[in-house]
């Protein structure tokens, strides 16, 4: 017998919480400079209770070769991913009407 999420009621391989989550993100991007001169990009406005930042860390880290971190509530890239974060968010299963990108001042 399967088991049954408590949040929706349907079965854990038919829950849809995680996708309706990732959705309901408001998201903000933007460039940071830290130690040294080294440029991050900082990936905020997700809550720790609807979706695993670590894991979606672990994925972004994977999928532009990058290092960085997930904790607190944001994901810290290394390097700037400007021109690709937008879609790799997509491709994750955020919605692109609620990812803001703050362009870094020049």
């Not at 998201?27 to 894991?55: A, M, P, Q, W």
Request: aromatic residues 4%; hydrophobic residues 30%.
């Amino acid at each position: 017998m399967s088991e049954i999420c408590t949040t929706c009621g349907l079965p854990k391989d038919l829950c849809v919480c995680d996708q309706i989550a990732r959705e309901s993100q408001r998201i903000t991007v933007s460039l940071d400079r830290r130690k040294f001169g080294k440029t991050y990009t900082v990936i905020s406005g997700i809550n720790e209770h609807e979706v695993d930042i670590k894991d979606l860390a672990k994925k972004l880290k994977n999928k532009l070769a990058c290092g960085g971190s997930g904790k607190n509530g944001e994901v810290s890239l290394q390097g700037n991913h400007f021109r690709t974060i937008k879609e790799d968010l997509v491709a994750l299963g955020f919605s692109p009407d609620t990812i803001d990108i703050k362009q870094p001042r020049r």
